[in-house]
């Protein structure tokens, strides 16, 4: 059954992994290699700070090369927009990581296959198993398509707070004002996690949930943008 799992994820991301315990290690969650006792090196960590790092080389390159006129602190921001936890989760549900995931029985209960941190850190973990299995190529590969592919909806969700204060700012607002009440807020220092609403005047439209009250922000911002883009 779990080969079956890991030949369905590798078809679904159009890759053939050599060594399939790489693709394993990627999608192992550290609550899950904990519960069964196994070594450090099997879960994701390692893996997803090596993914980090080709992400930003091969998102910087591809900036880089299509905004031949954008000056530096611009082409900077931008990438910040393609690799945010919030983009890159988008980018993992997109693959339906969350279904492939070894999480432990108590991260699993609380909703961590959903999880923006738990699907983002894995998402970089699967770039850099990419990565030592089939070399920049494969990685370069599956990050143009599903991390530089849509970048006005991923720059909408790193700007979404500023877009969503000029929204309100035009005409048709004048004078509202935008506020996130925090609903629920749980979870050890370490491991928090956050609950928003975005209200604008006393009207609620959008809510978000990260592990900062900022990412919880963004994501509330951003689910407004939409709501008010469907009423014009």
């Not at 090196?41 to 980090?52: A, F, K, M, S």
């Not at 969350?98 to 959903?114: I, P």
């Not at 849509?150 to 929204?167: A, G, H, N, R, W």
Request: proline share 1%; aromatic share 10%; hydrophobic share 35%.
């Amino acid at each position: 059954m779990e080969e079956n799992r890991l030949k369905e994820f590798q078809k679904k991301v159009k890759y053939s992994f050599q060594n399939v315990k790489l693709l394993k290690s990627a999608l192992t969650h550290s609550s899950y290699a904990n519960e069964k006792h196994w070594r450090y090196e099997t879960n994701n960590e390692r893996l997803e700070y090596l993914g980090d790092a080709v992400l930003e080389l091969v998102s910087s390159e591809f900036i880089f090369k299509n905004n031949r006129n954008m000056e530096e602190g611009k082409m900077t921001k931008l990438r910040a927009s393609l690799v945010c936890e919030m983009s890159l989760a988008a980018s993992a549900r997109e693959i339906r990581l969350g279904e492939y995931l070894y999480l432990g029985k108590g991260e699993r209960r609380t909703g961590g296959a959903k999880r923006d941190s738990i699907l983002s850190d894995a998402f970089e973990a699967v770039i850099g198993a990419l990565y030592l299995d089939g070399g920049m190529e494969a990685a370069k590969r599956f990050i143009h398509e599903y991390v530089l592919s849509d970048i006005e909806k991923k720059q909408l969700f790193y700007d979404s707070k500023t877009i969503l204060q000029e929204m309100v700012q035009s005409k048709m607002r004048a004078g509202a004002k935008i506020n996130y009440p925090l609903i629920k807020e749980e979870g050890p220092d370490h491991n928090k996690h956050f609950e928003v609403v975005c209200k604008i005047g006393e009207t609620v439209y959008g809510s978000g949930s990260g592990r900062t009250k900022k990412g919880a922000e963004q994501q509330a911002a951003y689910e407004t943008i939409l709501l008010l883009r469907q009423e014009k």
